[in-house]
């Protein structure tokens, strides 16, 4: 009886928690789909761009494990081409950009990718 | 055989979504069922609780698992048997965050020659422990697909569950626990004849359904790879009530974003509704206060008394003839 309104206070506890998307995204305003700037004159990157975007993370992740722990830095490509494997080196130089490029999909997704606790971060102006 | 059902009717839900996906319904697996099912889950949880909320509690029955509070000089268990609002509160409190009911399972077995035993046993605890915080783990992860900017607490989340930083994308030991606990409380039931006997498609169709929800997940991050900017443009359209469908999503993505329509759907009308059930279970959240406070029941009607003074001057002329000695003399 006198517990009722404990039970009330609850349910719309619960429902305002169950619905704080819904709240955030009518505070924040609509989230712009991120568009990563690509700065290179290449048509392609290491691999195809569909495989880029779905693998890269696996490709950095072999690659950094050959060079460390192997010490082989030749990276045959599916389409016969040979790369230097190097984050800095490769990776960076057509994509200098960290925080237009990396950054653009990983922080509208909440991904932290480990490389720059190595490998140092470029400079850039914000 | 009720396993081998429950199974299969996920697996041909999931394929239902697979197909349907790709047959052009995207937007109904992606937008209109969403919506649908959060609507029947809310409104659904809202009018159990509520119907609970209505139902009389004439009396407090509490389950008793300790010492009740008495005399000054004995000491009381003012969790397992609470006298106070505040002890019961604590208690549904312990329910909820260490399933201290399931602490309690005990096992009984018939052993060889005829030995009755009986044994602890924390394998279910312990299953359900692990199953419902890798879940909410799980679950709170998913965060960063609802909301832009993304809350620290869930990078942070993200951050702990991935510590090992094993493979790209990092494998989520929260993934593996959910996995192996559901798998765990699966086998559970049909290992047991006994357990087996009582199991029902109840039991075994929340427990395929989240299978299938997590499975599917677990090939999306780690094997098929969707693609998740897609995905999240996907969700923020359906919390903002602007939704559509972006091109490119993997049809595995609808497999899963139904079978947790199916979840949500299913949810206010199974045994799934403990989640709101919990904090209402009048075994556990009332105080055992029955013998310090008189507690009368709301619809009894007004007891009219007849003392015995009363009745003596109803039958007063008929004791009299009977010889029947008065008190009134």
Redesign the interface.
Known sequence: ?R??AW??I??AA??AL?????W???L?G??R??EPKIVTKAKQCVEPTAEM???H??L??AWRDTVVRRGQRTYLAADGKTVTMSLSGTCMSCHPNKKEFCDA?H????V???CWECHIEPKEKS | MRVVWSLLLVGVLALIAFFGAQAGGQALFGIVLPYLAMAVF?VG??AR??G???S??PFRIPTTCGQERSLPWIKPASLDNPSTGLGAAARVLLEVFTFRSLFRNNRSELREGGRFTFSADKWLWAAALAFHYSFLVVFLRH????????PAV??WI??LDGFF?V???VVYVSDIVLVAALGYLLWRRLADARLRYISLHADYFPLALILGVALSGVLLRYFS?A???AV??L??GL????PAVPKGIDPLVFVHIFLVSVLLTYFPFSKLVHM?GV??SPTRNLANDNRMHRHVN?WNPPIVGHTYAEWEQEFHDKLVASGIPLDKE
């Open positions: 009886m517990d009722r039970i009330f609850g349910l619960f429902l169950a619905l704080a998307p819904v955030q995204s009518a924040h609509a989230a789909k991120p975007r779905r693998n993370m696996e950095l992740n999909c922080n509208y997704l909440a932290s990718p480990y | 809310l949880v809202a609780v509520v609970w909320a209505r009389t509690v965060y960063r697909f609802f909301a832009e900017p993304v869930v990078a993200q951050g930083q493979g790209l994308p790879k693609d998740i900017v999240k443009e969700a923020i919390v903002s009530f602007h709101a904090f209402l709301p």
